[in-house]
């Protein structure tokens, strides 16, 4: 009966393996984010190693978030050395997590909702290793309510 149950959970995760790989896709990771809240200080640093020079990437940005978040967006500050690893740049941007008639935009399943937004499109870089460091611009300084944040590079 064990050996059952654990045969039929190793198919289901190796199905659900196979079907949620993308094409296109070279990086694509979450960091966790603290459940008693993200810290204004703890940036979430993402390495990433580009080893192809014939393709333009696409770069976002992901949050999966719970029903509990308190606002309708979130400001996050993304600095990242790409497409050159000497000059850093600094950027804004805003998820628009819950639209004006209350309801909580992207995909989710139970209380926990992701969503993705572009963060550079079309570039072009050489071969190497670069960071994507990301901290919230929001006024609290525990943010509570965001799970995960991702980058995916396609």
Request: aromatic fraction near 12%; charged fraction near 25%; include cysteine.
């Amino acid at each position: 009966m064990i050996s059952k149950l654990r045969n039929s959970i190793i198919i289901t995760l190796s199905t659900l393996f196979l079907f949620s790989c993308e094409n296109g896709s070279v990086y694509h990771s979450f960091k966790h984010v603290n459940p008693k809240g993200w810290s204004k200080h703890d940036t979430l640093s993402f390495d990433i190693e580009l080893k192809e020079t014939a393709y333009r990437y696409n770069i976002r940005a992901q949050i999966r978030n719970l029903s509990s978040y308190a606002y309708q967006d979130l400001y996050l500050c993304i600095k990242s050395n790409i497409p050159d690893s000497t000059i850093w740049q600094t950027d804004t941007i805003r998820f628009q997590l819950i639209n004006k008639e209350g309801e909580i935009i992207g995909k989710g399943w139970g209380d926990l909702y992701e969503l993705s937004v572009p963060y550079r499109e079309n570039i072009l870089v050489k071969p190497g290793k670069y960071t994507i460091k990301i901290s919230h611009e929001m006024k609290d300084n525990y943010l509570k309510g965001i799970n995960d944040v991702g980058i995916k590079v396609e």
